[in-house]
């Protein structure tokens, strides 16, 4: 069969590692041979702990520490051309009244501070070897709102804005940043969502209708696109969105058949 073959970046740093979309990410790197270091609060999973060529920085996303571990890894590697895919990211169910400062607190740090400081950090070695590719997970939430997820709106729509002004602003030393906005996945952040639903089996059956396909994308499709963000088959592409929620937001209002309408 013809194969299309692009080229990656030598190694590429996945926050979020540990679960859902960043764990697929890995996965899909480590397999096409790039050196992968995972970036999470919790441990690597057994499966991706066990792969050579990946290896996993445990620490707080928020923290300039577990930067400094990266980065000093990376300079040890001897790493020359880089890339970065933020995927770390934490999600409160409920409207704005039952949103804490504590609640508000954690996921400006996760979801903002972590995707700020992962780019403040690696950026001066991409710049180094004028050379570096980043891929900041926003959501589809950060242009569309979805009720109950304010907060977690709010702060995806941040980290678009803050990819599109990394592209312009470092673009010139080598840099090509862009946006990955993913719909739902069978993944940790929608499957919160899902658990905290009255009725799981109809909250996923009434999601998975709203989808053109009919179905809830896996993470590991969702990853697929990440992995051509960061290729050389990209390169076009500097300051986008590219939405992959198998055309949810295609459509204001996609019809089923049920509705007795024209198809």
């Known amino acids: 069969m ?3 073959t692009f080229e990656l970046p030598d190694t590429v740093v996945v926050t979020g590692a540990s679960s859902g979309l960043g764990h697929e990410l890995c996965s899909l790197l480590v397999e096409a041979g790039v050196a ?3 970036v999470d609060l919790a441990a690597a999973q057994d499966n991706l702990a066990a792969l050579a060529g990946c290896c996993h920085v445990a620490g707080d996303v928020a923290g300039e520490a577990t930067w400094e571990k990266v980065v000093a890894r990376l300079r040890s590697s001897g790493a020359k051309r880089i890339g970065l ?3 770390a990211a934490i999600l409160d169910v409920g409207t704005i009244l039952e949103a804490t400062p504590a609640i508000m607190s954690r996921a400006l740090n ?3 501070v972590g995707t700020a400081l992962a780019i403040k950090f690696l950026l001066p070695l ?3 070897a004028h050379d570096g590719t980043i891929v900041v997970v926003a959501s589809v939430n950060a242009t569309l709102a979805e009720q109950q997820l304010g907060i977690y709106n709010a702060t995806k729509a ?3 804005q803050l990819a599109r002004t990394v592209a ?3 673009s010139r030393s080598g840099v090509r940043a862009n946006v990955l906005s993913p ?3 069978l993944a940790g952040l929608f499957k919160r969502h899902l658990e905290s639903a009255t009725d799981s089996d109809k909250f996923l059956a009434t999601r998975s209708a709203r989808q053109p396909g009919g179905r809830i994308l896996e993470a590991r499709e969702v990853a697929q696109a990440a992995m051509f963000l960061l290729s050389s088959g990209s390169t076009a592409v500097l300051g986008a969105d590219l939405v992959a929620d198998g055309g949810l937001t295609a459509s204001f209002d996609f019809r089923t058949g049920e509705e007795r309408a024209s198809i």
């Open 36 to 38: 992968t270091v995972g």
């Open 158 to 160: 941040a980290v678009r």
């Open 2 to 4: 013809p194969q299309l």
């Open 110 to 112: 996760v979801n903002i």
């Open 85 to 87: 895919v933020t995927s």
């Open 168 to 170: 312009l602003d470092h």
């Open 183 to 185: 719909g739902p996945m």
């Open 126 to 128: 991409m710049i180094e």
